[in-house]
């Protein structure tokens, strides 16, 4: 056995103890002792296997099953430019507090800085987005498995903390099995298949809880970020009566808290002032809420806290007057009585916008994105999980459609990128075992068009992707950009129209597609199915603004009322 199959044998069978069982290949030479080891332990069945071919793809197809596994998931890639393409991955991972491994295989030290091929200085390679843990490169001697498996177990102890990782792995040649004389030591880990180091982080809240009043006339604001602390906080608002706007990654939660979580919360606070029985005393903003600029008007109009991480509490515009990170049933003591009018009164307003949205878009003509999302999640079967692309559907989601407990809904908003969106999708979608529908539009689907390239070899998710083709950047018409004044420039260099065939991309990589042109087409194309299949709603952007303009007019109505 040769030092690099020695490595790589220890490392994989560590990481099998660690409870890794989600590992994602791009192949390649330099990490080749990765690549056989990792084969065998898939073919013991230890650990589950994916092979991709592009490393952006397949760094967020390991944030995807890291999300959906709820347990930290690793990507193996060879060294240069391929574990460069890891940053936009472990950058979403990073901002969104999910554990993640990339695991990196580089040249050793006597090849850097001498013009050997592909090779970069891969040290501190995403800088602050990732934990370095550098092994050594392995030489033929003994006193190196206790190290190899120590700096495992040091690797996924991080990530099990929600932070991403990158593992640097410097491997000599040979870099496959070769004949070799036995290995100067033992290369066994603990008996009974235990880790090499055992370890448990506190999670106690002492200290950091909520110990200033909170008053009856409260709305709750709640973003993206860990689910506990969103169904913690969301029955304090269930008991004291106060009403909640929660972004779709978290109306799960907090609708399973108890709490009166509002359909069009989020088109009430863009609505304009709001009028004296809707206006709040204090802000609680739980987590990170990143969709609604109403959310944001709103900070600032009343006393703003947060309930979040520390020291990196969300508070962009600078008003939190105090920031704590856990608010639960047990601080009762510091909020006030309920007020008997706040939350009926918000609930009235919230029922005649619901009223008011569904009657215009029933009245436009179809498709809309808005009416798409509302239909969508209106439609979809209990248990499911959905993912919302970046920019427009995850936006046209939280304005119109009913919050609904029975699904778990994803979405990429760390850092809210459109790249990378399908492979987390196909990820959730395989890590949880249970059937899967993601909505995205169509720069978003062509963004990551290789999440569809998935070998004859490997497990292919049940997962429906709906694509809201309205060929370009509709998020940009509703932006201040897409004002009638700026339309010389707007087509070229915002609107970005491609007129890509979505049909034939798919029939390239052999995925079915369906073009459906009613709403009951698009109902019948979500009943669910096995395998991975495209759904493509065509749109009208040119229409987006005047929609929206009238949507905002009819809500202001409805919260006068």
Known sequence: MNPSTAQATVIVD???????????????SRNAALAMALHQAAEQ????????????????????????????????????????????????????????????ADRPAELHGSGANQTIDQRALFGPAAVAVDFPVAERRGAQNAVWRGLVCRAVAQAEQGRPVHV??????????????????????????????????PRSVAGNRVDFPLPARTLMVVGSGRPDRAGAAAAVAA??????????GRQAEALDGGAAVLRCGALLLAAGDLPDALRPDAVVVVGRPTLSRGVRGL????????????????DPQYVAEHVRGWLDLDD???????????????????????????????????????RVARDLVEALPSGVTLFLGSSNPIRDVDLVAEPRADVAVYANRGVAGIDGNLSTAVG?????????????????????????????????????????????????????Q??????????????????????????????????????????AALAPAPGLRVVEVRADRSRLRDLHARLRAAISDAAMR
Not at 239 to 248: D, R
Not at 301 to 314: E, F
Not at 429 to 456: K, P
């Open 14 to 28: 560590e990481l099998v103890r660690n409870r890794v069982g989600h590992v994602v290949l791009c192949p390649g």
């Open 45 to 104: 069945a230890r650990l589950a296997l994916h092979v991709r071919t592009d490393e952006r793809t397949a760094g967020f197809l390991a944030l995807g099953l890291s999300l959906g596994g709820g347990r930290p998931a690793a990507v193996v890639c060879t060294s240069g430019t391929a574990a460069a393409n890891l940053h936009p991955a472990m950058l979403e991972a990073h901002h969104s507090g999910v554990g993640l491994l990339a695991i990196t």
């Open 168 to 201: 640097n792995i410097p491997f000599r040649e040979p870099l496959v099995p070769t004949f070799e004389p036995r290995w100067p030591e033992p290369l066994d880990g603990r008996a009974g298949g235990r880790p090499w180091t055992t370890s448990a982080a």
């Open 239 to 248: 008991t004291a009566g106060w009403p909640v706007v929660a972004e779709p």
């Open 299 to 314: 900070m600032g109009r009343a006393a703003v806290y947060g309930i979040g991480d520390h020291p990196q509490w969300t």
């Open 332 to 370: 009762l003591s510091h909020v006030d009585d309920p007020a008997p009018d706040w939350l009926p009164a918000w609930q009235r307003a919230d029922g005649h916008a619901a009223a008011m949205v569904d009657k215009l878009l029933a009245d436009e003509d179809w498709p809309t994105g808005l």
């Open 428 to 480: 959730i979608a395989l890590s949880t075992n249970v059937t899967g529908y993601a909505l995205v539009g169509d720069l978003t689907f062509l963004h990551d068009l290789n999440a569809l390239a998935i070998g004859r070899g490997d497990r292919r998710p049940n997962l429906t992707i709906v694509v809201v083709n309205d060929d370009g950047g509709g998020i940009f018409t509703l932006l201040e």
């Open 482 to 523: 897409g004002a009638a004044e700026h339309s010389p420039s707007f087509e070229r260099v915002f609107g970005t129209p491609v007129g890509a065939d979505l049909g034939a991309l798919c029939a390239g990589y052999h995925v079915p597609h369906t073009l459906v042109r009613t709403p009951e087409a698009l109902h």
